[in-house]
Every structure is written in C-alpha cells, then in structure tokens.
C-alpha cells in the first residue's frame, strides 16, 4: 500500500491508501471545523479570505490566514524533503517518517485539549494544516499524483471529466482505465464524507471533542503497521519459496 510506487503501483494498491488516508483526513477536516470554526484540510477558502483582507487593506488581520496557508505549504515541503533524504535507505520506509510526524501532531492536539485550556486556537489550525500538507504530499509522491485526499475541488472536476469521457468510446477506447479512475475517485470521495460522519459523531455525539484526533492517529499508525507486516510475510514467503526451489 505505502511502498509500492512507478510500474508496480496498481489499483488496488491506490484505492487502499486512498480509503486509510481520505478518511483520517475526513476526521480531521471535521474535528478542525467543529472546535475551531475553520477549515483544516485545504487553504483555498483561507487564500480567498487573505486576498480580501489584503484588499481591504486589512493587513494584520489578513496575516492569520497567510499563516494557515505557509503551514499547509510548509508541511507539503518538509514531506517531500524528508521522503527526498531517505530515498537512499533501501531498509526503511521512506514515508514512514511523515506519517509518523503526522500522528504525532493529532496525538499532541487531542493530549493538549486534555490538559489544558486551548488560549491560541489559531496556533492549533495551522499544525493541523502542517499535518494535512503533510499528508497530501506524501500520498502524492506515493500514487505518483494521481491519488489527493485531503481536498476534494479537483477531485470532483475530475470525476465529471472522466464521465463524460464514457459517452465518448471512439475518442476515448480505454474503458478499463476511464473506469478505474472514476472508482478511485468515488472512493476518495466516499471516504472523505464517511470520516466527515464519524468524525462529527465521535466530537458531538459521543463528546470526545478534540480526542477524535486520536481515532485519526490510531488509523494511521495501524495501517502502516499493517503494511509494514504485510511486506515482511511476502518478503519471507518469497525467501522461503526460493529455499525450497534450491
């Protein structure tokens, strides 16, 4: 799920990471907003809002939303810096790192909203946002581009873009391709929206309020437990396999 990349990245293996991490980031967006009245996944809602403030030459209170998109920004570099500087290791997971950093910033919001009265709510936005740029970088140098899963404009403009691709066949032969691509999509999409659910549950429902955080980091953690032993079996069924065959 997480080590594949080029020629072996199939399918299957990007509709799993998309399912894992379309649904932490869903949890997120929702936990962000319900506590903090902001949107924690995406920056174009807080680009157009600096713009207005610049505009209106509101500059001190436009610097708060410059400040959410260089987190967003920032996270997104520091991924494909980290993922960059330990592509050379052939023994470790070079994703491993930012996913780590990633549930360690959910951890430490939800321990935070714990211990202590949250005075700068601002300052928790934009390590939520650093965490989903995070994200959204590493699941894009994983898939080669083609899976984002912690906004979903594009994704929509590209599922209509595939659809009425299918009413075109002589333009368009590759059937398979047009429809894997629009099931990639709806499960990003799906996902998205069913962690948005849970999430909004989890906080208002069952009162967890920012502890939901820990569900998202609890998945996280799990699925890269999950395919860091998941390798290791294939890795020792294969060393098997060529003993016997000696």
Not at 168 to 189: D, M, Q, T, V, W
Request: hydrophobic content about 50%.
């Amino acid at each position: 799920m997480f080590r594949h990349q080029g020629k072996s990245r199939t399918l299957t293996h990007n509709l799993q990471i998309a399912t894992v991490l379309s649904f932490v980031a869903g949890i997120v967006n929702v936990t962000g907003f319900l506590a903090f009245q902001q949107l924690t996944t995406n920056v174009t809602g807080h680009f157009a809002l600096f713009i207005n403030d610049i505009a209106n030459a509101d500059f001190w209170k436009g610097t708060i939303y410059f400040l959410y998109i260089f987190s967003f920004l920032f996270g997104s570099f520091l991924s494909g810096f980290l993922i960059e500087m330990f592509r050379e290791s052939k023994k470790l997971n070079i994703f491993l790192v930012p996913m780590i950093l990633e549930s360690l910033i959910l951890i430490s919001i939800a321990l935070v909203g714990n211990i202590a009265e949250i005075m700068y709510p601002d300052s928790i936005v934009c390590l939520l946002l650093f965490a989903m740029g995070l994200q959204n970088s590493y699941v894009t140098k994983i898939s080669n581009a083609i899976v984002r899963t912690t906004h979903l404009t594009g994704l929509f403009t590209d599922l209509g873009i595939d659809i009425s691709l299918l009413f075109f066949p002589r333009s368009h032969p590759n059937r398979e391709k047009l429809k894997a691509n629009i099931k990639l999509r709806l499960y990003i999409i799906s996902f998205f929206f069913a962690g948005g659910l849970i999430g909004g549950f989890l906080y208002s429902e069952i009162d967890l309020k920012l502890n939901t955080l820990f569900f998202g980091a609890f998945i996280l953690l799990m699925s890269l437990f999950y395919d860091d032993f998941r390798f290791k079996l294939i890795k020792a069924k294969r060393k098997y396999a060529s003993k016997r065959v000696l």
